[in-house]
């Protein structure tokens, strides 16, 4: 966790996300107010703020399961104002959930399987059958899995039910189910909640590793300002559903509206 | 001791993702297909044949077809009987009017039939989950039994709305005894089974399950719920369309539109909580467990020697089938198919306790 944001040796592109003017209100309550960023290639882009700030607001707009009033998002070059979750995960955007949404009643292995369902394709009598395409298929996606499996290191639960794994390792599995899309833009919500000090030290590095590696983008939100400004190359700040601050790291931390918004200011 | 997996590893994913991956299992199954096919239709009697094997097999069937929508997909439906009628009745009026037609192409044809009004029902799902998709499925139950009750053109203008069918041919092999009627059943269960276990093994049956266990997450994947729930509609009425064929040709031979009422509904239901949701095995026990119940509950008091009056038996038998249940649901919510699961995991440790 010692390496600086600005990590040497990968080259951060054009942008892929770009956010413009998204304002997304429930009813009376305004969530989201005429906020712009964008995210550029390659790099690990970290929204934070106070609780309510509408930073997971701000995924759901990203990934389609909230529609803005108002506001474009433009990803990959495609404009669009109201797009659907499946859109979205066509697009390449997967994502993690901050209270683990993984699917209790199946093995580990089935939970990041689920995560290849968009690239299978054989048909329902193909399926039925089974021998033949549909086993060719299976056995081909198993094997990018496995390849993910390794990645995350959790060979050893492979065909346990996610429900008896303890949290850290449920946090892992969720990370592998959206890794398994092979995602452009990976969307991570509060990956590091309430883990232990050596669980966040793990994630950090699958994190940087992910990006490294596979050259995915990632959003995240995390409260854990140490682990924020270290892994992350630039960190927009939101604030009762404003932006009030964008940037890298060292620049947010001096940004006095954001001192603010963290400590609180005399009226 | 015997039942170990010491020694058996798996070089390739194709050998750790069969469907029984443990040799002592595909043993098993080999000898209980081999019993099942081959011995069992020398030694058991018309009795058993008749009052217990098929209707087992022909509700084991309707309870997979519920399954996969029930346990797999996670859509609670109450009118499945409604679904059987449809096979039945479509069964029915094929074999009339199309009479070239062979009984597969008919039983195919039926549960086609069964799909088409079962997603018309499943519609709802995409809005509506839980009770209150319950509540629109009993409305296809009532809807279902007055057509076939008012519309007599189904029932073939007959007085007393009730319908009777031929003898089954296949091929020129009639299906007319007892044992031929078990072993037709158990051929078209086994495949029927078959197919089950592999849509939900394959991409289909991982849709339903996400559906089922977190249908945000789901979405967020790239799941479509429509075509995740549709789906596990059509394919659920197809199994349960063709087991009502045939329950109306091979159990029933003659029924009226009572015969596939709200009980029967309730019955398949109570077959899936008491074997176990989510699993094909359990769709057997269930079914097992409530045909067979009721006739030994009939039958023990004769073999304990205690005589009664016919009413009190049906009596006793109604309160203790209930009791069973409730006791069931109690000790072992996730149902029959657990306890073998959990069975055979102290078996692979056996004699050891960890």
């Given at each position: 966790?010692?390496?600086?944001g600005?990590?040497?040796?990968?080259?951060?592109?054009?942008?892929?996300?770009?956010?413009?003017?998204?304002?997304?209100?429930?009813?009376?309550?305004?969530?989201?107010?005429?906020?712009?960023?964008?995210?550029?290639?390659?790099?690990?882009?970290?929204?934070?703020?106070?609780?309510?700030?509408?930073?997971?607001?701000?995924?759901?707009?990203?990934?389609?399961?909230?529609?803005?009033?108002?506001?474009?998002?433009?990803?990959?070059?495609?404009?669009?104002?109201?797009?659907?979750?499946?859109?979205?995960?066509?697009?390449?955007?997967?994502?993690?959930?901050?209270?683990?949404?993984?699917?209790?009643?199946?093995?580990?292995?089935?939970?990041?399987?689920?995560?290849?369902?968009?690239?299978?394709?054989?048909?329902?009598?193909?399926?039925?059958?089974?021998?033949?395409?549909?086993?060719?298929?299976?056995?081909?996606?198993?094997?990018?899995?496995?390849?993910i499996?390794?990645?995350?290191?959790?060979?050893?639960?492979?065909?346990?039910?996610?429900?008896?794994?303890?949290?850290?390792?449920?946090?892992?599995?969720?990370?592998?189910?959206?890794?398994?899309?092979?995602p452009?833009?990976?969307?991570?919500?509060?990956?590091?909640?309430?883990?232990?000090?050596?669980?966040?030290?793990?994630?950090?590095?699958?994190?940087?590793?992910?990006?490294?590696?596979?050259?995915?983008?990632?959003?995240?939100?995390?409260?854990?300002?140490?682990?924020?400004?270290?892994?992350?190359?630039?960190?927009?700040?939101?604030?009762?559903?404003?932006?009030?601050?964008?940037?890298?790291?060292?620049?947010?931390?001096?940004?006095?509206?954001?001192?603010?918004?963290?400590?609180?200011?005399?009226? | 001791?015997?039942?170990?997996e010491n020694?058996?590893?798996?070089?390739?994913?194709?050998q750790?993702?069969?469907?029984?991956p443990?040799?002592?299992?595909?043993?098993?199954m080999?000898?209980?297909?081999?019993?099942v096919?081959?011995?069992?239709?020398?030694?058991?009697s018309?009795?058993?044949?008749?009052?217990?094997?098929?209707?087992?097999?022909?509700?084991?069937?309707?309870?997979?077809?519920?399954?996969?929508?029930?346990?797999?997909?996670?859509?609670?439906?109450?009118?499945?009987?409604?679904?059987?009628?449809?096979?039945?009745?479509?069964?029915?009026n094929?074999?009339?009017?199309?009479?070239?037609?062979?009984?597969?192409?008919?039983?195919?044809l039926?549960?086609?039939?069964?799909?088409?009004?079962?997603?018309?029902?499943?519609?709802?799902?995409?809005?509506?989950r839980g009770?209150?998709l319950?509540?629109?499925?009993?409305?296809?139950?009532?809807?279902?039994?007055?057509?076939?009750?008012?519309?007599k053109?189904?029932?073939?203008?007959?007085?007393?709305?009730?319908?009777?069918?031929?003898?089954?041919?296949?091929?020129?092999w009639?299906?007319?005894t007892?044992?031929?009627?078990?072993?037709f059943?158990?051929?078209?269960?086994?495949?029927?089974?078959?197919?089950?276990?592999?849509?939900?093994?394959?991409?289909?049956?991982?849709?339903?399950?996400?559906?089922?266990?977190?249908?945000?997450?789901?979405?967020?994947?790239?799941?479509?719920?429509?075509?995740a729930?549709?789906?596990?509609?059509?394919?659920?009425?197809?199994?349960?369309?063709?087991?009502?064929?045939?329950?109306?040709?091979?159990?029933?031979?003659?029924?009226?539109?009572?015969?596939?009422?709200?009980n029967?509904?309730?019955?398949?239901?109570?077959?899936?909580?008491?074997?176990?949701?989510?699993?094909?095995?359990?769709?057997?026990?269930g079914?097992?467990?409530?045909?067979?119940?009721?006739?030994?509950?009939?039958?023990?008091?004769?073999?304990?020697?205690?005589?009664?009056?016919?009413?009190?038996?049906?009596?006793?038998?109604?309160?203790?089938?209930?009791?069973?249940?409730?006791?069931?649901?109690?000790?072992?919510?996730?149902?029959?198919?657990?306890?073998?699961?959990?069975?055979?995991?102290?078996?692979?440790?056996?004699?050891?306790?960890?």
């Amino acid at each position: 966790m010692t390496t600086a944001g600005a990590s040497g040796g990968k080259s951060i592109g054009g942008v892929v996300l770009d956010l413009a003017g998204i304002s997304l209100a429930f009813g009376g309550v305004r969530a989201l107010q005429n906020v712009s960023f964008d995210v550029r290639e390659h790099e690990i882009r970290a929204i934070i703020g106070p609780n309510g700030a509408g930073k997971s607001s701000m995924l759901n707009v990203i990934n389609g399961v909230y529609h803005p009033q108002e506001g474009t998002v433009t990803f990959n070059g495609v404009k669009r104002h109201d797009v659907n979750t499946h859109e979205a995960a066509e697009q390449g955007i997967a994502r993690t959930f901050q209270n683990i949404a993984l699917f209790k009643g199946m093995s580990v292995l089935d939970n990041i399987m689920t995560g290849r369902n968009l690239r299978m394709k054989s048909g329902l009598l193909a399926q039925a059958i089974r021998i033949g395409p549909a086993e060719r298929e299976e056995l081909q996606h198993r094997e990018a899995v496995e390849r993910i499996i390794d990645f995350l290191e959790i060979q050893a639960y492979r065909k346990t039910p996610v429900g008896r794994l303890p949290y850290g390792l449920q946090k892992r599995v969720d990370l592998a189910r959206a890794l398994a899309m092979e995602p452009k833009l990976l969307l991570l919500d509060e990956p590091m909640a309430g883990m232990n000090v050596e669980e966040k030290q793990d994630m950090c590095r699958f994190i940087l590793d992910v990006n490294d590696q596979f050259g995915t983008t990632i959003v995240l939100i995390e409260h854990d300002m140490g682990v924020v400004m270290d892994i992350s190359d630039r960190v927009v700040v939101l604030d009762y559903g404003k932006k009030i601050g964008d940037g890298t790291p060292d620049e947010v931390r001096g940004n006095q509206a954001v001192i603010d918004a963290y400590l609180g200011v005399s009226h | 001791m015997l039942y170990r997996e010491n020694g058996q590893f798996k070089t390739t994913y194709r050998q750790d993702q069969q469907m029984l991956p443990i040799l002592q299992d595909r043993i098993f199954m080999a000898l209980l297909l081999l019993f099942v096919f081959g011995v069992a239709p020398f030694i058991f009697s018309d009795y058993l044949f008749l009052s217990i094997l098929i209707p087992f097999l022909v509700l084991s069937l309707a309870a997979i077809g519920l399954n996969l929508l029930v346990g797999y997909c996670g859509q609670i439906s109450l009118g499945h009987a409604a679904f059987m009628s449809v096979g039945a009745y479509a069964a029915y009026n094929l074999v009339l009017r199309v009479p070239q037609l062979n009984f597969l192409v008919v039983l195919i044809l039926a549960g086609l039939i069964a799909a088409l009004v079962g997603l018309l029902f499943g519609i709802p799902s995409l809005r509506i989950r839980g009770l209150y998709l319950a509540v629109a499925t009993l409305a296809a139950q009532f809807f279902v039994d007055w057509t076939f009750a008012r519309v007599k053109w189904f029932t073939n203008y007959a007085p007393s709305g009730s319908v009777s069918t031929a003898t089954i041919d296949i091929f020129g092999w009639t299906v007319d005894t007892p044992v031929r009627k078990y072993l037709f059943l158990l051929a078209v269960v086994t495949v029927f089974a078959l197919v089950a276990k592999n849509l939900v093994r394959g991409h289909m049956g991982r849709a339903w399950m996400a559906m089922r266990d977190m249908d945000v997450a789901a979405e967020v994947i790239g799941i479509r719920p429509v075509y995740a729930k549709l789906t596990a509609f059509g394919v659920s009425s197809f199994y349960v369309g063709v087991a009502g064929a045939l329950w109306g040709f091979v159990y029933l031979g003659s029924w009226e539109p009572l015969a596939f009422d709200i009980n029967l509904s309730l019955n398949l239901l109570f077959m899936i909580i008491i074997g176990g949701m989510g699993s094909i095995l359990g769709s057997f026990f269930g079914a097992f467990f409530i045909v067979a119940l009721p006739i030994l509950l009939n039958q023990a008091p004769e073999w304990l020697g205690i005589h009664l009056s016919t009413a009190m038996v049906s009596n006793l038998e109604a309160m203790i089938f209930g009791s069973l249940i409730i006791f069931f649901l109690i000790v072992e919510p996730q149902g029959l198919a657990r306890l073998w699961a959990i069975g055979k995991e102290k078996l692979r440790l056996w004699p050891f306790p960890h």
